[in-house]
Nanobody, 121 residues
Framework: QVQLVESGGGLVQPGGSLRLSCAAS????????MGWYRQAPGKERELVAV???????DYADPVKGRFTISRDNAKNAVYLQMDSLKPEDAAVYYC???????????????WGQGTQVTVSS
């Protein structure tokens, strides 16, 4: 069984920072992309940032220059450093990863349970 567990959400004032963490565990043979998505109330889930196993990154336009995604392949972990947070960044943030389990030949997409980020004064 493979799973993703997030941590690091919470309440922060506008202009503040938070760091989200996500660790993959289980019978993992390989991990390709890891990323973060978010979903605000009444809105569709949207991509925030993604990082490949080679370290290439991509960001949604609203977070470019403010958020930084990174990963630690040795720990099967991905992080999202969020700076200069705005009220519109408030959402449930979900970790996402494409992983292959031992004993399988194809990768599957996995989601974490989500962590709430609230930006308010």
């Amino acid at each position: 069984q493979v799973q993703l567990v997030e941590s690091g959400g919470g309440l922060v004032q506008p202009g503040g920072s938070l760091r989200l963490s996500c660790a993959a565990s289980g019978s993992i043979a390989s991990i390709t992309t890891m990323g973060w998505y978010r979903q605000a109330p009444g809105k569709e889930r949207e991509l925030v940032a993604v990082i490949t196993d080679g370290g290439s990154t991509d960001y949604a336009d609203p977070v470019k220059g403010r958020f930084t995604i990174s990963r630690d392949n040795a720990k099967n972990a991905v992080y999202l450093q969020m700076d200069s947070l705005k009220p519109e960044d408030a959402a449930v943030y979900y970790c996402n990863s494409k992983m292959r389990s031992w004993g399988t030949t194809e990768s599957s997409t996995y989601w974490g349970q989500g962590t709430q980020v609230t930006v308010s004064s």
